[in-house]
């Protein structure tokens, strides 16, 4: 259908592999109705997410991840109304890092990795998030930023939460690279984000100007802005 990528939803990450006579025991004790163990939910959404990325990878895909949402809290609320109705949290987890570096370099050490974009709720981890991702940049495909530290999403999609975003994308990796700010497009009301984005953005890198940390030039800076607000996004999602 001529998709250019795909977006997985995860409470947490988890790096729990599994061999194919485990994922069938598994398998078995969920379609016969049987509690399945934290152990065993590990396993199957670590090896579920690694042949998902192949077959993004094959396809040309690019690979969107969300994750860090605790969601549907009020238990009384959600049994009134519903899911997704405004009892969502900012999860944690304290394995962050060492399961994210495990499954990337899974991926790559498998010759599996997809372009990427992480998108993160907790703030508190975005230092983890990106520094992480420079881990797996490296590629003989010739693509800037392969590995992308998604915008601020949801809870950070605020002008602070948008600048810490590019803080750290500029401290722990290059700002240049970045593919901007994403829409749901199932909301026509969302788009106003990209002309806030962009505000947001434009006043950053002009504080860099009036600080002097960059110099005043339109010849270097418009080609990096404009990259963040349109190109980089055309030329990652092709």
Not at 182 to 190: G, I, K, P, Q, V
């Amino acid at each position: 259908m001529n998709a250019r990528a795909s977006d997985i939803s995860l409470g947490a990450i988890v790096y729990n592999p599994a061999d194919e006579d485990e994922l069938n025991t598994i398998f078995e004790k969920a379609m016969n109705d049987e509690a399945l163990s934290k152990d065993e939910e590990e396993k199957w959404q670590t090896e579920v997410f690694v042949e998902l990325s192949r077959l993004y990878k094959e396809n040309n895909l690019v690979t969107q991840v969300h994750f860090g949402a605790l969601r549907n809290t009020n238990s009384s609320y959600f049994e009134k109304l519903g899911p997704d109705t405004g009892f969502d949290s900012t999860g944690d987890q304290v394995d962050l890092a060492s399961n994210l570096n495990q499954l990337l370099d899974r991926l790559a050490r498998d010759g599996k990795l997809p372009k990427m974009i992480w998108y993160n709720l907790n703030q508190s981890y975005n230092n983890v998030l990106v520094n992480t991702l420079a881990n797996f940049q490296a590629n003989e495909e010739d693509v800037h930023g392969k590995l992308q530290f998604g915008a601020g999403w949801w809870y950070n999609d605020t002008e602070l939460g948008m600048i810490d975003q590019m803080n750290k994308y500029a401290e722990e990796s290059i700002l240049a690279n970045f593919v901007g700010m994403l829409t749901d497009s199932r909301s026509f009301l969302s788009y106003q984000r990209h002309d806030y984005f962009r505000r947001i953005l434009s006043s950053y890198i002009g504080k860099w100007v009036e600080d002097e940390k960059v110099p005043n030039s339109k010849e270097l800076l418009d080609p990096i802005i404009e990259g963040i607000c349109y190109q980089n996004a055309a030329d990652f999602f092709n």
